[in-house]
């Protein structure tokens, strides 16, 4: 054998255990081990991050929702925005600033949802800004807003099930029961490992219509009532009638969202008061300026945010002469100031990831909540039914008072009272447990 030969063989001959494995795992092909490995976080992203459930949230966003609930939020005042995250980490393990920036996300100051959760108070930042950041957990404030009420609605009757948080130390819902179809209303969006979700939010009085519509009729025309997205930074939507039925039938598709201007004449300038929710005011800003450097928007004196409490304005100075609609026209073109929105219904639905259309949705929304109701009817007759038992045996006892305290006068020890009262009125033992602790007056 020649000498390198020789050193080819000692390097296949390499124990196992050297490498610091076993040799089963050395035996075993890597992409089997990757798979093994790689599928389990897959699902986990999937399942218990990512991808919002029919309810219309995320574990985050639920796990947040139920702490401020519990708190007593829902009527209470306001209470700092430190001391709910604080107290979301009973159930959710992921850190304070992941808790926060769920909070800051669902709040009426953020202005990302149509229909916001959270009553905020303090700085929140802009959904529109990248660089407007939100304050300080221990400057702002925080409770729930009224719509929130339907949220939690029943909750404590029985009509979703409850599961234990992470450490078994509580119990935390699995889903909360809404009482409208939050999925289409909250725009939302996540991305997994090989999927994502992208919902675009609805007006909440179209989606309540278009639902009892679809209640009344189920081949009924969605269009109908429910006319196209809305999003809360505003802005035109330009979509074609068939492109958006063909969003309703499959859950994919995209749509175009210009923003809103108005020509101040008086001051010779443009002044952008809605732009796409999908871009922000400094993309924005980033690109004009990126223009007016290659000489391509050679119209434009200047550009300037003058975004204030009042809402967003971006304005922008012309040269004397310049036609403010074909400047306009131009941007459109350029910048995001016209932008498209891809939509991807992917929700999960009994733990499974699923891309579903309006009328599917309402499809399994409607199953979902009806199976609540039929739960929380079963709770509340069960708990009839105990009150009802329980009375039958007062009856008895009351029928013959004095046989009952004939009854326990007689019992010499206290262990006995409620088996000689069982015996004694032909009742069971918790009518007797019941009885026995009714005081004399």
């Not at 390499?14 to 790689?38: K, M, R």
């Not at 509580?170 to 994502?196: C, D, R, W, Y």
Request: glycine share 6%; net charge neutral.
């Amino acid at each position: 054998m020649k000498k390198n030969e020789k050193t080819q063989a000692k390097k296949t001959a390499v124990p196992a255990n050297v490498l610091g494995l076993h040799a089963a795992v050395v035996e075993q092909p890597i992409t089997d081990t990757l798979e093994t490995n790689y599928m389990p976080y897959a699902m986990s992203v999937i399942v218990s991050r990512a991808i919002p459930e029919i309810d219309g949230f995320k574990p985050s966003h639920r796990k947040l929702l139920y702490t401020m609930y519990k708190m007593g939020l829902l009527t209470g005042a306001r209470t700092k925005s430190a001391n709910i995250v604080g107290q979301t980490m009973r159930l959710n393990p992921h850190g304070d600033a992941a808790i926060y920036d769920t909070m800051v996300r669902l709040s009426r100051g953020y202005g990302a949802l149509l229909t916001p959760f959270v009553d905020s108070k303090g700085n929140f930042g802009k959904s529109y800004s990248r660089d407007m950041s939100c304050a300080a957990p221990r400057y702002t404030e925080a409770k729930l807003t009224a719509i929130c009420a339907e949220l939690f609605r029943d909750i404590d009757s029985d009509t979703v099930d409850f599961v234990d948080n992470y450490d078994n130390t509580m119990k935390e819902p699995a889903l909360l029961p809404t009482t409208f179809p939050n999925i289409l209303v909250s725009a939302n969006s996540g991305i997994a490992v090989g999927m994502a979700s992208q919902f675009c939010g609805f007006n909440l009085k179209e989606v309540c219509d278009t639902t009892i519509a679809y209640l009344k009729n189920p081949d009924c025309d969605l269009t109908e009532t429910l006319l196209a997205p809305d999003f809360p930074t505003g802005g035109e939507l330009i979509c074609d009638p068939a492109a958006l039925r063909d969003i309703y039938d499959t859950g994919r598709g995209s749509v175009r969202v210009r923003a809103k201007y108005r020509y101040v004449k008086s001051e010779n300038l443009i002044e952008i008061y809605e732009i796409p929710y999908s871009t922000t005011v400094e993309a924005i800003l980033d690109k004009v300026a990126e223009l007016i450097k290659a000489g391509k928007a050679k119209e434009i004196a200047d550009m300037r945010d003058e975004t204030d409490l009042s809402g967003l304005k971006l304005a922008i100075d012309l040269k004397r002469g310049v036609d403010p609609d074909k400047l306009m026209a131009k941007l459109f073109k350029a910048t995001t100031l016209e932008d498209s929105f891809a939509c991807n219904f992917n929700v999960l639905i009994a733990g499974s990831p699923q891309v579903l259309g309006v009328r599917q949705i309402l499809e399994e929304w409607t199953a979902w909540r009806t199976e609540s109701v039929r739960r929380r009817i079963y709770f509340v007759l069960k708990k009839k039914q105990d009150k009802l038992h329980l009375l039958k045996g007062l009856k008895r006892i009351l029928l013959d008072i004095d046989k009952a305290i004939k009854i326990i006068r007689e019992t010499e020890e206290e262990a006995e009272v409620i088996p000689n009262l069982m015996i004694g009125f032909g009742i069971d033992q918790i009518q007797a447990e019941f009885v026995a602790e009714i005081k004399l007056r």
